[in-house]
């Protein structure tokens, strides 16, 4: 425990000895305040981990490369997670340029999740490019997940479908 003096030989001394109990006291609390909570910690998953293992409570985030000017986009899609199981916790972007986001720079985009209830279920990433999905926005999936119509140089549509990433969650 700290403890302070006051000098009683000027009024600048208690007043300075008066602000820094007052600095004293608010700094030493009962220890009683309510904070975050910090027993929930999030668990970064890499990409190509397809089979996950989460305890009720559990959270965990997978971070994925996008870019809007190439129309590079990723989307949660069917089948989505059964929500006694595992739950969408939603979606963080961060630039790849920094704080600040430079024109036709990528982005990281970070889906979040929390295992909810004992079970397994799954659910799909769609990883949409300009040449393998048509009718897409960085916030609308595509109509459909085949090769978009965008005919290539030599006149005939693309052969590429969307890449989909199907993920298995287990909570115990």
């Given at each position: 425990m700290r403890t302070a003096s006051i000098s009683r030989g000027s009024r600048?001394?208690?007043?300075?000895?008066?602000?820094?109990?007052?600095?004293?006291?608010?700094?030493?609390?009962?220890?009683?305040?309510?904070?975050?909570?910090?027993?929930t910690s999030t668990t970064s998953r890499a990409v190509n981990d397809t089979s996950i293992t989460a305890e009720p409570g559990?959270?965990?985030?997978l971070t994925v490369d996008q870019n809007a000017s190439t129309r590079e986009y990723w989307y949660l899609v069917d089948p989505e997670p059964d929500s006694s199981v595992l739950v969408s916790r939603g979606q963080d972007h961060a630039s790849d340029s920094g704080d600040e986001p430079a024109p036709g720079a990528g982005r990281k985009l970070?889906?979040?999740?929390?295992?909810?209830?004992?079970?397994?279920?799954?659910f799909t990433l769609l990883h949409c490019t300009f040449t393998?999905?048509?009718?897409?926005?960085?916030?609308?999936?595509?109509?459909?997940?085949?090769?978009?119509?965008t005919p290539t140089a030599?006149?005939?549509?693309?052969?590429?479908?969307?890449?989909?990433?199907?993920?298995?969650?287990?909570?115990?």
């Open positions: 600048g001394g208690a007043a300075l000895a008066a602000a820094a109990l007052l600095a004293l006291a608010t700094g030493c609390g009962s220890g009683t305040d309510e904070q975050a909570d910090d027993s559990e959270r965990f985030t970070t889906f979040a999740f929390e295992a909810k209830g004992r079970g397994t279920t799954r393998t999905c048509e009718g897409n926005t960085s916030t609308l999936p595509p109509r459909t997940t085949g090769p978009a119509a030599s006149g005939a549509p693309p052969a590429q479908a969307p890449e989909r990433i199907t993920y298995t969650v287990t909570v115990g």
